[in-house]
């Protein structure tokens, strides 16, 4: 049974900073991409980044390059995503996901395991 746990989550003003970060267990975690979704209020899940099996490949969404970077520690089963000049508009509950494959991906319908998300505030 695979297991997503994240933390790291909370309230920032804008500008700030966050590090998330999710701890998986369950299966060999090298095998897999890996992956961040947030969902504000009243909104639709998007996708926020992903990071291939070996953290040599990484993809954002458009809202996100140049603020948040993605990384990956196999040795120690957890993914990060380094959030940088928060903007009010980043609010939302932000889920890990691991990928059925090794390379990155931006649809949602290619992740089969979550985490039960952490809520990111950021203030104006």
């Known amino acids: 049974q695979v297991q997503l746990v994240e933390s790291g989550g909370g309230l920032v003003q804008a500008g700030g900073s966050l590090r998330l970060s999710c701890a998986a267990s369950?299966?060999?975690?090298?095998?897999?991409?890996m992956g961040w979704f947030r969902q504000a209020p009243g909104k639709e899940r998007e996708f926020v980044a992903a990071i291939n099996w070996s953290g040599g490949a990484t993809y954002y969404r458009d809202s996100v390059k140049g603020r948040f970077t993605i990384s990956r520690d196999n040795a120690k089963n957890t993914v990060h995503l380094q959030m940088n000049s928060l903007k009010p508009e980043d609010t939302a509950v932000y889920y890990c996901a691991q990928c059925y494959y090794s390379g990155t991906s931006s649809h949602d319908y290619e992740y089969d395991y979550w985490g039960q998300g952490t809520q990111v505030t950021v203030s104006s």
């Open positions: 369950g299966r060999t975690f090298s095998h897999y991409a």
